[in-house]
């Protein structure tokens, strides 16, 4: 059932400004509610955005992150790429006392899938409905709260909390990452005996973000994985990217300032 939020009736000057194609780019969204399924586990209940059409920056918030209208509804679709990552999530046992962080979370389907299990999740990303989506699936999903913190990448001091034994992430290397900001999110953000995982769907950003993860010592494992198409799910072209820190590295990053 799709359901459209009530457009908003005054759009700042700023996003106007920003948006040439105004009034014609729509103010309100539309969502949509399906059964996504994940891997050997029960299927997630799912509000999305209806397509990725929608733009709905009332108040001017995402503009004011630097995010544009033709980026804005990625966080709230369904990537192949996130389905992967919690097809594997779903898949690996839940060791107590470990805390997990889920970056540029989008829909958060992995985190969703990890705290079902009883997994210590945390979710980030930058775009202002990402929280309120997660805090919509978890009652669609009857689940409890959940850790979710906002922000962008670049503010790497703003640190998410204590470092994580487990970083994931999938579809984030589709912008060219010139300053290195997600990588160095990821290291910051992880014990010294983390490993940092990410889905990728080929995207060509891969290489530069191979060595900038290597320039903080981190050894990088790859699984392809080319799956046919299966119910509920397109045919899937992509990896997953391990990485682990070698001892040499874990010296480097401690000399991070
Ligand atoms: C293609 S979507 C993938 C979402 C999710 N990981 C998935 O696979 O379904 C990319 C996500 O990264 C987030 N993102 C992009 N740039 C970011 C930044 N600088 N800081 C934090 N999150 C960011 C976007 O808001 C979006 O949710």
């Known amino acids: ?72 509804p990625l966080f709230g679709l369904v990537w192949p790429s996130g389905l992967l990552l919690a097809d ?8 107590v006392g470990e805390r997990i962080l889920e970056v540029g979370c989008g829909l958060a389907l992995a985190s969703l899938v990890g705290h079902r299990l009883g997994a210590d999740m945390t979710a980030c990303d930058i775009h202002p409905l990402a929280g309120a989506f997660l805090r919509e699936n978890l009652r669609l999903n009857e689940l409890s709260a959940m850790s979710y913190r906002h922000g962008p990448w670049a503010q790497v001091a703003r640190r998410v909390g204590e470092p994580f034994d487990l970083v994931i992430g999938s ?68 990896r997953l990217m391990v990485y682990r820190r070698t001892e040499a590295g874990a010296a480097a990053a401690a000399l991070l300032p």
């Open 1 to 72: 059932m799709a359901v459209v939020t009530p457009p908003s009736p005054m759009l700042p000057a700023s996003a106007k400004a920003a948006h040439p194609g105004f009034p014609r780019v729509m103010t309100g969204y539309a969502t949509k509610q399906a059964n996504v399924p994940i891997r050997g586990v029960a299927d997630l209940v799912v509000r999305s955005l209806l397509d990725d059409q929608q733009f709905g920056d009332d108040g001017g918030k995402a503009e004011a992150l630097g995010i544009s209208s033709a980026s804005w």
């Open 88 to 95: 594997r999530i779903a898949a690996r046992p839940v060791r």
């Open 171 to 238: 579809d984030l290397l589709y912008e060219a990452d010139t300053r290195g900001v997600l990588a160095e999110f990821l290291v910051r953000h992880a014990t010294p005996t983390a490993e940092v995982w990410i889905v990728d769907p080929d995207r060509g950003n891969r290489s530069a973000f191979h060595r900038r993860m290597a320039s903080f010592g981190y050894e990088r494992t790859e699984e392809r994985v080319d799956a046919l198409a299966d119910v509920g799910r397109a045919a899937y072209r992509g």
